[in-house]
T-cell receptor, first 109, second 118 residues
Framework: GDSVTQMEGPVTLSEEAFLTINCTYTATGYPSLFWYVQYPGEGLQLLLKATKADDKGSNKGFEATYRKETTSFHLEKGSVQVSDSAVYFCALSKVQFYFGTGTSLTVIP | GAVVSQHPSRVICKSGTSVKIECRSLDFQATTMFWYRQFPKKSLMLMATSNEGSKATYEQGVEKDKFLINHASLTLSTLTVTSAHPEDSSFYIC??????????????FGDGTRLSIL
């Protein structure tokens, strides 16, 4: 069945470091792919999305490219800030939403 | 745009109490709303999908008599945890989409409700 596999956390980085959070998916057809962010005690916020192969989603310095050949949608940011500390969820949508297990990111000054 | 409001944000109550959580789409009509449960340091577990004006579709293992869902209008869905017990303590999150359950449109999430049963 459809599923999302996300790299295990937690991830701890120094401010201004480069971030990559890996996400791969299993699905037939052409799902849409999303990254959501959850700050402590809050719900999920849509960070970015891509709806077809080779699309690049971007927002707030984060980017992810829909790679159909590798079934991946890795999240990247060139220079993280303390305010980026949160849990990040990769998700795919076809018939319904499927979420990854989440990756906790802590950025230290 | 696409704001979802969830209320209350936190509830603490005694065992045996029934608790109602509201989920409202503020600036769009939500044809479909979803209810999730999130355990500490875990991903979201889909509990049920509700479409306006029809019965909710529950995921396997979720007790429909325990978790009552009503989606009476295009902007409001409610989750009632009946006769809550300590094991029902959790973080409950709703989401809404205006694209129907078979759409690739993003889901928009409420801020969640922290339910603590004493």
């Amino acid at each position: 069945g459809d599923s999302v596999t996300q790299m295990e956390g937690p991830v701890t980085l120094s401010e201004e470091a480069f971030l990559t959070i890996n996400c791969t998916y299993t699905a037939t057809g052409y799902p849409s792919l999303f990254w959501y962010v959850q700050y402590p005690g809050e719900g999920l916020q849509l960070l970015l999305k891509a709806t077809k192969a080779d699309d690049k989603g971007s927002n707030k310095g984060f980017e992810a490219t829909y790679r159909k050949e590798t079934t991946s949608f890795h999240l990247e940011k060139g220079s993280v800030q303390v305010s980026d500390s949160a849990v990040y969820f990769c998700a795919l949508s076809k018939v319904q939403f499927y979420f990854g297990t989440g990756t906790s990111l802590t950025v230290i000054p | 745009g696409a704001v979802v409001s969830q209320h209350p944000s936190r509830v603490i109550c005694k065992s045996g109490t029934s608790v109602k959580i509201e989920c409202r789409s503020l600036d769009f009509q939500a044809t479909t709303m979803f209810w999730y449960r999130q355990f500490p340091k875990k991903s979201l577990m889909l509990m049920a999908t509700s479409n306006e004006g029809s019965k909710a579709t529950y995921e396997q293992g979720v007790e429909k008599d325990k978790f009552l869902i009503n989606h009476a209008s295009l902007t409001l869905s409610t989750l009632t945890v009946t006769s809550a017990h300590p094991e029902d303590s959790s973080f409950y999150i709703c989401s809404a989409t205006d694209g129907g359950s078979y759409s690739n449109q993003p889901q928009h999430f409420g801020d969640g409700t922290r339910l603590s049963i004493l």
